[in-house]
Nanobody, 122 residues
Framework: VQLQASGGGLVQAGGSLRLSCAAS??????????MGWFRQAPGKEREFVAA???????????EYADSVRGRFTISRDNAKNTVYLQMSSLKPEDSAVYYC???????????WGQGTQVTVSS
C-alpha cells in the first residue's frame, strides 16, 4: 500500500487549503479502512488531526482534534481511493508537515504517506 499526499503550500492566515491523499496498491481499497491525517511541526511531536472511519454499510464518521474541529473537514472518495482534508480559517499554528495514514479498525496506523508541507503566514 502506498499513500501519496498532496495539496500543501503557503497560505495567509484565514485562508484555505485542501489536502489530498491517494492510496494505491494492487488490490487495496480504502472503503473499509480508517483514514487519518496527522501533522508534525518543527520541534514538536506528531499529532492527530482527523480520522474518517467506516462504521458499516456506506456509513462513515469523522473525528477531529479539538484544535481543528469546526475548521477542518475530512472526507473520502472511495471510487478514487482518496481521502481529503479541507482546511479553512487557517492559523499560523496550523503550519506543519501533514501526513495521511491508514489502519484497520482499532489497530495502529500501518501505512503512512510521505507528508506535505503546509505553511500559514501571519
Amino acid at each position: 500500500v502506498q499513500l501519496q499526499a498532496s495539496g500543501g503550500g503557503l497560505v495567509q492566515a484565514g485562508g484555505s487549503l485542501r489536502l489530498s491523499c491517494a492510496a494505491s496498491g494492487r488490490t487495496f481499497s480504502i472503503s473499509m479502512y480508517v483514514m487519518g491525517w496527522f501533522r508534525q511541526a518543527p520541534g514538536k511531536e506528531r499529532e492527530f488531526v482527523a480520522a474518517h472511519t467506516w462504521s458499516g454499510g456506506s456509513t462513515y464518521y469523522a473525528e477531529y482534534a479539538d484544535s481543528v474541529r469546526g475548521r477542518f473537514t475530512i472526507s473520502r472518495d472511495n471510487a478514487k481511493n482518496t481521502v481529503y482534508l479541507q482546511m479553512s480559517s487557517l492559523k499560523p499554528e496550523d503550519s506543519a508537515v501533514y501526513y495521511c495514514a491508514v489502519k484497520s479498525g482499532q489497530s495502529q496506523y500501518k501505512y503512512w504517506g510521505q507528508g506535505t508541507q503546509v505553511t500559514v503566514s501571519s
